[in-house]
């Protein structure tokens, strides 16, 4: 391929040197190119030198570790003070440490050097990660006698860069109220206006919005009496977040556009890269799904061509939030998981356990609804409202009632504003929707109707179409289970309006679940009961293991489910292998006292001792009972039964229970599943012929 090409030429004369800094700023697909390069050229007399932040995957890798101070202190050339903030600003890396000298070389001889970094020196951390780093340097400049206006700012940093800290939170309480106290002190309307900026980062929640919006508007204020332009864009975009949070996506537009001209007069890239995240999120929410990717295409070459940490991170979450929005969802588990792995304490486990529940695998989501919600309902921070967001979807479909309560009360006061999420390059909805939801699960019916009717009129007003189909969909079904007055003629319309904005859309997720039965059948949660329909035939089921166990398996067909993780309802323990009833050393015992008595046999027979004889035949029986009882097939020791045994016994008397009970009402059905299922130590709905296309599981 031209690949081969290109690397058979470079091979060719040299010797020749190519050399490749940052190679990952370029994206996964540069990286991919670099490797297969690399491959090619071993045999030539060109040599490939690439740097990067992660490992590449291509030859021989070598590790590059900071210089110790001392031996920056030899390649720098600075006084002492100067080369320790610029270890802790570089890590030690010479080409960081080497670009920072060459900034302190130009400073004023009496400005301190340890300040300066602190205030200036760029952070490599995506949002939400630790610049370690950066934090030492500024806990440093804190610990030394400075001018206030300086400290302010010092402090104000330091509190904005701790958020990723979920501890932190008293820290940095304290951090920003001195530093908002010196600023107004030093009546700077520049450092005012900067210490504003990092207050609404480090106390960041969801609760609030309102004030954010007036605070933004002072730092705007205050930063063009500064002329501080690039704080005055910060303002600008506290702004249009502020207002998507409260629900007013229009006037949220205008400040976005604002700030995106306020960029463009400045040759500002990073302001650009923003903009064009939100209006890919804009599209997306608006179903303009084609359009949403374009954008965000630009945002990965754009904001690796401006080196932004969050780029990847970014682009991804664009891209989730579409397929989530289609129903492709399955692909956006591991993701999520991730990212729990990488930054513990900001609840991504519940967009993992959203998307587990669906895509019909409720016993694992219900599962992570348990581990998460008290840690979560007593969080907060830029990602909290979503995380309740997603954790309600949850609990509406699997859970205990007391879940679902307490999720309602967490969101309540949030009704008639949009679940936004960090600077609103996610949105997933309006709060109502949520509550609606989760009236629904807790039988408030009028309730639910009177949320899901906001919700959708709200995502009517702002022409979130997608957003409008799920919520029909909710209120046709809420509507469909109060049934007063008129509730089903417009549950009928609710519903035939979700259906056709889906299908224009291509809303797929959502199209299976309005329309189960084309090509498919459905097992659903109803109430107490669970209803299973088929064709023509149809079974209600009342609740219980089996039926649970039985929607785990047809939500996932053609896969092994161990015994454990079907009773555990998610990821069960590891078990060790069970330990033998008898062991090796019991059971040569045995032996050699069945051998005894054969001889003692031999002998009473001998004699005529037909006592003796009854005795030691009677124990011999007892031992070769014993024997047997411990022996399995070919003569293997037969272990005992453990917590897989005791899974598999359980979980397949209450599986094939329920599917008598399938039988009995729905026989086709019935003997479809019999012919289907797989039992033993691991499970499976193998997929007979003579059943559904699919299935639709909703618990």
Do not use: C
Not at 630 to 652: D, F, I, K, S
């Amino acid at each position: 391929d031209r690949l081969a090409r290109l690397a058979r030429a470079l091979s060719r004369g040299g010797p020749r040197l190519l050399l490749v800094d940052d190679v990952d700023r370029a994206g996964p697909a540069a990286v991919s190119f670099l490797a297969r390069l690399a491959s090619g050229l071993e045999s030539g007399t060109t040599a490939l030198f690439a740097t990067a932040v992660d490992p590449l995957g291509a030859a021989a890798e070598l590790r590059l570790t900071g210089l110790a101070e001392a031996e920056l202190a030899a390649l720098t050339g600075l006084p002492p003070r100067a080369v320790h903030a610029v270890w802790l600003a570089s890590a030690g890396l010479p080409g960081a440490a080497l670009a920072l000298a060459r900034e302190l070389a130009g400073l004023d001889p009496a400005a301190d050097a340890l300040t300066h970094l602190a205030l200036n020196a760029p952070s490599k951390a995506a949002f939400l990660d630790l610049d370690t780093g950066l934090i030492r340097l500024l806990e440093a400049a804190a610990e030394h006698p400075i001018a206030p206006a300086d400290r302010a700012r010092v402090l104000a940093r330091l509190a904005r860069q701790l958020l990723g800290d979920p501890s932190a939170g008293a820290r940095r309480r304290a951090l920003i109220d001195e530093a908002v106290a010196l600023a107004r002190a030093t009546g700077d309307p520049g450092v005012v206006a900067q210490v504003l900026d990092s207050r609404l980062h480090a106390l960041w929640d969801p609760a609030a919005a309102g004030e954010r919006l007036t605070t933004a508007s002072e730092i705007v204020a205050q930063a063009r009496r500064a002329g501080d332009a690039a704080t005055e864009r910060r303002g600008l975009f506290w702004r249009f977040t502020a207002l998507a949070e409260l629900g007013d996506l229009g006037s949220a537009e205008a400040a976005l556009t604002a700030y995106a001209r306020a960029g463009e007069q400045a040759g500002d890239p990073e302001a650009a890269v923003v903009v064009l995240a939100r209006q890919s999120m804009l599209a997306t929410i608006r179903g303009r799904f084609e359009e949403g990717e374009e954008l965000a295409e630009q945002v990965a070459v754009r904001g690796r061509r401006a080196g932004l940490a969050d780029t990847e991170r970014l682009v991804g979450t664009l891209r989730g939030s579409r397929a989530a929005l289609r129903g492709d969802v399955e692909i956006l588990v591991e993701p999520w998981r991730a990212l729990a792995r990488r930054l513990p304490g900001h609840f991504f486990e519940a967009a993992a356990a959203r998307v587990l529940v669906e895509s019909g695998r409720t016993g694992q989501a219900g599962l992570e609804l348990q581990r998460l919600l008290p840690s979560a309902l007593a969080g907060s921070g830029p990602r909290w409202l979503g995380v309740m967001a997603d954790l309600a979807v949850v609990a509406s479909r699997t859970g205990e009632p007391a879940a679902a309560q307490a999720l309602y009360d967490a969101l309540a006061p949030y009704a008639g504003r949009l679940v936004v999420w960090g600077g609103a390059n996610t949105i997933t909805g309006p709060v109502d929707h949520y509550l609606g939801l989760l009236a629904t699960r807790l039988g408030r019916l009028d309730d639910a109707v009177s949320h899901l009717d906001s919700a959708a009129e709200l995502a009517r007003r702002i022409g979130a179409l997608p957003w409008q189909a799920h919520t029909l969909a909710a209120l046709a079904g809420a509507r469909s289970a109060r049934d007063h007055g008129p509730d089903r003629a417009r549950a009928g319309t609710d519903l035939g309006r979700a259906r056709a904005i889906a299908g224009q859309l291509g809303m797929s997720g959502l199209l299976a679940a309005l329309d189960p039965l084309a090509g498919g059948w459905r097992l659903t949660r109803d109430g107490d009961d669970w209803l299973l329909a088929a064709d023509s035939e149809s079974a209600r089921l009342r609740d219980g293991r089996g039926v649970r166990y039985l929607a785990a398996l047809l939500a996932a067909p053609g896969q092994e489910i161990a015994a454990l993780d079907l009773v555990a309802g998610g990821a069960g323990l590891r078990v060790p292998d069970p330990d033998p009833v008898l062991d090796e050393t019991a059971r040569s015992s045995y032996r050699r006292r069945l051998a005894e008595l054969a001889r003692q046999l031999d002998a009473a027979d001998r004699a005529g001792d037909l006592d003796r004889a009854r005795s030691a035949q009677a124990e011999r029986t007892a031992l070769l009972a014993e024997l047997r009882r411990a022996t399995g097939l070919g003569g293997r020791p037969r272990a005992q039964a453990g917590e897989t045994e005791r899974a598999r016994v359980n979980a397949t008397r209450a599986l094939w229970t329920t599917v008598k009970r399938v039988e009995s009402a729905a026989p086709l059905a019935g003997a479809h599943l019999r012919a289907s299922l797989r039992t033993g130590r691991f499970f499976r709905y193998q997929p007979a012929p003579g059943g559904p296309a699919r299935w639709s599981v909703r618990a």
